[in-house]
């Protein structure tokens, strides 16, 4: 049973550009979540994707986008790239209908990301 | 808005000593609690759980009692392993917004033999 995964491992861009990272779920879950993680940071939530529409989102600005495909895989967009969108970006999976007794999220291993 | 603090760290220790790393929590209704381990270079491992109150959650040797009365999720192991060398986090769900998890800051734990 694969669990979660996510491509590219590794990522280097420069201030501006655009970056697209991937995320597949673990096999029968439903909802994806982004998370970035800042060096010796603990992880911030990004937002969460259930039935292919943005459910929540937290405090990050319009320039981090996601979108999430019928199978259940997701993308995490980031556009004009700053210096601070450096970071370690997670994905998580789980699924929804568990979220009322404290849903398990899995962890990908994410997509590091290195603005220069 | 919720949010959780830990221990800070880094904490060090010799093999087969007794492992304590605190957390507290803020929220409003009954959040689940979790703790998470990130082993260097990878994403982060479900250590333990607990969703109500008293509950005690446990896993290869590491265990954790959810308090709500003096709202806190302590980790805990009798016996550590250099194996156990990683970086601890501590984080809830539920509260003001389900699904989201709100995690604390990490505490590095290093063990030697």
């Known amino acids: 049973d694969a669990g979660v995964t996510q491509s590219p491992t590794h990522l280097i861009k420069t201030r501006g550009q655009q970056v697209t990272l991937r995320c597949s779920p673990k096999s029968g879950h439903d909802t994806v979540s982004w998370y970035q993680q800042a060096l010796g940071q603990g992880p911030q939530f990004i937002f969460q994707y259930y039935e292919e529409e943005e459910r929540q989102r937290g405090n990050f600005p319009d320039r981090f986008s996601g979108h999430q495909f019928p199978n259940y895989s997701s993308e995490l967009n980031v556009n004009a790239l700053l210096l601070g969108d450096s970071a370690l970006y997670l994905c998580?999976?789980?699924?929804?209908?568990?979220?009322?007794?404290?849903?398990?999220?899995?962890f990908g291993p994410g997509t590091r990301l290195l603005v220069l | 808005g919720d949010s959780v603090t830990q221990m800070e760290g880094p904490v060090t220790l010799s093999e087969e000593a007794f492992l304590t790393i605190n957390c507290t929590y803020t929220?409003?209704?009954?959040?689940?609690l979790f703790w998470y381990v990130q082993y260097p270079g990878e994403g982060l491992q479900l250590l333990l759980k607990a969703t109500k109150a008293d509950d005690k959650g446990s896993n290869k040797g590491f265990e954790a009692t959810y308090r709500k009365e003096t709202t806190s999720f302590h980790l805990e192991k009798g016996s550590v392993q250099v194996s156990d060398s990683a970086v601890y986090f501590c984080a809830l769900s539920g509260g003001t917004s389900y699904g989201k998890l709100t995690f604390g800051q990490g505490t590095i734990l290093t063990v030697h033999p």
């Open positions: 929220a409003t209704g009954y959040p689940s």
């Open positions: 998580a999976s789980s699924l929804a209908v568990t979220r009322v007794w404290g849903e398990t999220q899995y």
